[in-house]
């Protein structure tokens, strides 16, 4: 009996269709010859886990997510439905959790066995948990590097806004004159030195001689006092008024009045003076040298006759 051509044709179809669906779930990972239990895995994000990511247990792949959707009650939450090996046994309390399988971030679910003696069944909905990753720890510190690098380019703005051809130039001179006073603070330094040392020696000195100085000051104090206390204005006043008495006099002895005038200006009054003065003198000598020629006197009261 000869098969007809259009079985043959049918029979290479179901062949080829099946190795098609073979070797697309074997490039998923998954082996459809070998039997699984599957299990519920509810998460409230998934972070970017993808169908057919892997199930691994210490490092070892022992299943695959199975397929994922949206929770019935329109919470948001997401189940995930994964197939494992059915030789794995699961224990009770154990956790299903994503994690990054690699440095690129590819997702994948490991199961966290607990140390518990009873194990899960099928369709059981296990513990789950969201390993952080790198970038999500990282996410704050990039958070961080945005707004340090917002206000550095309003820095840089704000510098470049400042930084016009009119404030270099000023800054310029600035800096030209910072130069020349430090080349003449340079050139001055031993006159600087000197000065300093002769600070050094007169505050030294000053220190040495401080109870001096404090006496110095409470006399000047005491003065000051004694001044305050004083009528000042009505000796000022009173020497004034003697100044100009003094200079009135002067005025009429320049002018010939009165007696002191007359001698400064009549020449012959001050020789006569001089004369009188002089012809005084030789009597009182005479007088002196001769009482007897000026005095008569009798013991016993009468006056002798010269």
Avoid: C
Wanted: charged share 20%.
């Amino acid at each position: 009996m000869k098969i007809k051509r259009e079985v043959k044709i049918g029979a290479l179809v179901l062949i080829v269709l099946a190795l098609a669906i073979w070797g697309i779930n074997y490039l998923k990972g998954i082996n459809v010859f070998s039997r699984t239990n599957y299990y519920f895995l509810e998460f409230d994000n998934i972070g970017g886990l993808t169908p057919s990511a892997g199930v691994y247990v210490s490092g070892y792949k022992v299943g695959n997510v199975h397929k994922m959707y949206f929770k019935e009650d329109h919470s948001g939450k997401i189940i995930i439905e994964i197939s494992v090996n059915r030789t794995i046994r699961i224990p009770k309390n154990s956790i299903a959790q994503i994690y990054n399988n690699d440095i690129m971030g590819t997702k994948a679910i490991r199961l966290i066995f607990s140390t518990d003696s009873l194990f899960q069944h099928e369709h059981d909905t296990l513990i789950t948990d969201v390993e952080i990753g790198l970038m999500d720890q990282l996410m704050p510190l990039k958070n961080k590097a945005e707004r340090v690098m917002i206000s550095i380019d309003s820095l840089v703005r704000s510098a470049s806004m400042a930084l016009n051809p009119q404030t270099i130039q000023n800054f310029r001179a600035t800096m030209s004159n910072v130069k020349n006073i430090s080349e003449n603070l340079s050139d001055q330094n031993e006159r600087l030195n000197r000065m300093f040392q002769n600070f050094e020696a007169i505050s030294a000195n000053l220190k040495a001689n401080n109870p001096k100085i404090t006496h110095i000051i409470s006399n000047l104090s005491d003065i000051s006092d004694s001044l305050a206390k004083a009528n000042v204005q009505n000796t000022v006043m009173q020497t004034q008024q003697a100044v100009a008495q003094l200079n009135e006099v002067l005025d009429q002895i320049n002018q010939g009045k009165g007696t002191l005038g007359m001698l400064a200006s009549n020449d012959s009054l001050y020789r006569n003076l001089e004369s009188a003065s002089r012809n005084l003198d030789l009597l009182l000598r005479d007088l002196k040298e001769n009482p007897k020629r000026y005095v008569h006197f009798s013991v016993f009261g009468g006056n002798r006759q010269k």
